[in-house]
């Protein structure tokens, strides 16, 4: 699985630093997936960050520059999406999108576990 390493230890830093996570790191989507408290909650994808967030802002965050929305086996994913490396380059929108997912995840549903 290749992925941006630097992306993922960017995000891994910043995670510890917010208090009562429980981070659980695993590789999936093809890439470094964050699991917060026992949900996916970000992602490191090749270059990009896949980010899960609140589906109600998917019209909103489809405007952003850098945002794609995610899609498999042609079907969009609402509520999920793909940032690009120039999208987060610089600190301040990378909290932005790290806050999104992390805002999101007391709401989000879990996965079942197999």
Known sequence: MAYDIHLADRIREYLITVPGLQIE??????GLTFMINGK???SVSGDEMMV???PALQDVFAEKSGFRVMQMKNREYKGYGYISPDAIRNKKDFVFWIKQCLEFNP???ASKRK
Do not use: H, L
């Open 25 to 30: 790191e695993k590789e999936m989507f093809r």
């Open 40 to 42: 996916m909650c970000v």
């Open 52 to 54: 899960r967030f609140d």
């Open 107 to 109: 709401r989000a549903k």
